[in-house]
């Protein structure tokens, strides 16, 4: 044996290593995800992890590592080590992500030329939102400040030193194309002429789903490569859990009930930070107070209501009032998912969290809001409407 006995094994999901612990009080650890087996895991399964002699095993994904061998960087089979050492080497991600340095200035120049206004003046939002998401984007890039309406462009723009995450700018992308129908999203019966783009199965866990196939602008195509989202005219497999965060209608995409959506629901409930739960324990709890203040304003504003016109609205009766609030609090729950949570992460650690766009009315966030809600107070169905 090379190494002290082991004591216990275990999976550390803040850090998201396994941590190995010996009689003599040393510690060794490793990322889980590097290990051959564990890339595309939940953290249930990785959290499964079992000692067993001088080993490791994951009895439900039927794998298992030495523990001397990763103690010597060995995470796996030669092929396997060999293809992580080059994919390490040129910076990318299990989710294929490009390195920033090849799509920071398309993005850039992409929501600039296509955002309504223009770099002299600035950009409007105009409260759409696409473009609101895209002025955001501007600004996380460090080209612009934020104004009550959009955008103005700094002076002297600069990136910053933590960039926005990567799939959330490629999310800005698309809405801002599909927004400007700069991309169009087919049916499976549509046709037309060329600047086709996804004509394969892009969704292997979704049978029938064989035509994930767009028209696009070739200016669209071309930031879509540099972001990763595009391989030639094929969507590659970091594209696929992104466009979850547009759902086009035309393509029906049910994600809901793909094996890493059910999974990462048990993984956000499980592995809910205690910050989270306070705060989603919060908005469940409705007072008395609660329901006074919002009469009270409701009274004196009713939802921008004349005034004149609300003295001959009927009350509203406290049981209408509460469901009101809870209708409200469901948004607010929407926005813990939208700034914590990603799928293929689950719950960000605060660094991680202060790096990603609002994308609100994300429909992923969103199914995902739902559904934890549901698991979590099945007694409140309001909060998963």
């Given at each position: 044996m090379?190494?002290?006995p082991?004591?216990r094994a275990?999976y550390?999901?803040r850090s998201?290593?396994?941590?190995?612990?010996?009689?003599?009080g040393?510690?060794?650890?490793?990322p889980?995800?590097s290990?051959?087996?564990?890339?595309d895991?939940?953290e249930?399964?990785?959290?499964g992890v079992?000692?067993?002699g001088?080993?490791?095993?994951?009895e439900s994904?039927?794998?298992?590592?030495?523990?001397?061998?990763l103690?010597?960087?060995?995470?796996?089979s030669?092929v396997?080590?060999?293809r992580?050492a080059?994919?390490t080497?040129?910076?990318l991600?299990?989710l294929?992500?490009?390195p920033?340095?090849e799509?920071?200035?398309?993005?850039?120049e992409?929501l600039s030329?296509?955002?309504?206004?223009?770099?002299?003046?600035g950009?409007?939002?105009h409260f759409?939102?696409?473009y609101?998401?895209?002025?955001?984007?501007?600004?996380?890039?460090?080209?612009?400040d934020?104004t009550?309406h959009?955008a103005v462009?700094?002076d002297?723009?600069?990136?910053?030193?933590?960039?926005?995450?990567?799939?959330?700018v490629?999310?800005?992308v698309?809405?801002?194309?599909a927004?400007n129908g700069?991309?169009t999203?087919?049916?499976?019966?549509d046709?037309?002429?060329?600047?086709?783009?996804g004509?394969?199965?892009q969704?292997?866990?979704?049978p029938g789903?064989?035509?994930?196939?767009a028209?696009?602008?070739p200016?669209v195509?071309?930031?879509?490569?540099s972001?990763?989202?595009l391989?030639g005219?094929?969507?590659?497999?970091?594209s696929?859990t992104?466009?979850?965060r547009?759902?086009?209608v035309e393509?029906?995409?049910d994600?809901?009930?793909?094996?890493?959506?059910i999974d990462?629901?048990?993984?956000?409930?499980e592995y809910?930070?205690?910050?989270?739960?306070?705060?989603?324990d919060?908005?469940?709890?409705?007072?008395?107070?609660?329901?006074?203040a919002?009469?009270?304003?409701?009274n004196?504003?009713?939802?921008?209501?004349?005034k004149?016109?609300?003295?001959r609205?009927p009350p509203?009766t406290?049981?209408?009032?509460?469901?009101?609030?809870y209708w409200i609090r469901?948004?607010?729950f929407d926005e813990?998912?939208?700034?914590?949570?990603?799928?293929g992460?689950g719950?960000?650690p605060?660094g991680?969290?202060?790096?990603t766009?609002?994308i609100?009315?994300d429909?992923l966030?969103?199914?995902?809001r739902?559904?934890v809600a549901?698991?979590l107070?099945p007694?409140l169905?309001?909060?998963a409407?």
């Amino acid at each position: 044996m090379l190494h002290p006995p082991p004591s216990r094994a275990r999976y550390d999901r803040r850090s998201g290593a396994i941590i190995f612990e010996f009689y003599n009080g040393s510690t060794f650890m490793v990322p889980a995800r590097s290990l051959e087996g564990l890339a595309d895991a939940s953290e249930r399964e990785i959290a499964g992890v079992e000692l067993i002699g001088e080993s490791v095993h994951w009895e439900s994904l039927n794998v298992d590592h030495k523990i001397a061998l990763l103690m010597n960087g060995i995470f796996g089979s030669p092929v396997f080590t060999s293809r992580l050492a080059r994919t390490t080497s040129e910076g990318l991600s299990g989710l294929e992500e490009p390195p920033s340095d090849e799509w920071v200035g398309p993005v850039i120049e992409f929501l600039s030329a296509n955002l309504p206004g223009d770099r002299e003046l600035g950009w409007e939002h105009h409260f759409v939102t696409a473009y609101q998401i895209g002025c955001e984007a501007l600004v996380a890039l460090g080209q612009a400040d934020e104004t009550t309406h959009g955008a103005v462009p700094r002076d002297n723009p600069a990136l910053p030193a933590i960039l926005p995450r990567w799939d959330d700018v490629a999310t800005a992308v698309i809405y801002l194309a599909a927004q400007n129908g700069l991309i169009t999203f087919l049916g499976c019966d549509d046709a037309g002429p060329a600047q086709r783009v996804g004509a394969r199965n892009q969704a292997p866990h979704q049978p029938g789903n064989e035509m994930w196939a767009a028209r696009a602008d070739p200016q669209v195509t071309s930031v879509l490569r540099s972001l990763g989202l595009l391989d030639g005219y094929e969507w590659t497999t970091a594209s696929e859990t992104v466009m979850w965060r547009d759902s086009p209608v035309e393509w029906q995409i049910d994600f809901t009930s793909d094996p890493r959506f059910i999974d990462a629901v048990n993984d956000a409930c499980e592995y809910m930070p205690d910050n989270i739960r306070e705060k989603i324990d919060r908005l469940t709890r409705i007072t008395e107070d609660d329901i006074a203040a919002h009469s009270s304003g409701v009274n004196q504003k009713d939802g921008g209501v004349p005034k004149q016109s609300v003295a001959r609205m009927p009350p509203k009766t406290p049981d209408e009032v509460r469901a009101t609030i809870y209708w409200i609090r469901s948004h607010d729950f929407d926005e813990l998912f939208y700034q914590f949570w990603r799928i293929g992460e689950g719950w960000l650690p605060a660094g991680e969290a202060k790096r990603t766009l609002e994308i609100f009315n994300d429909p992923l966030a969103i199914a995902m809001r739902r559904a934890v809600a549901t698991r979590l107070y099945p007694d409140l169905p309001r909060l998963a409407e």
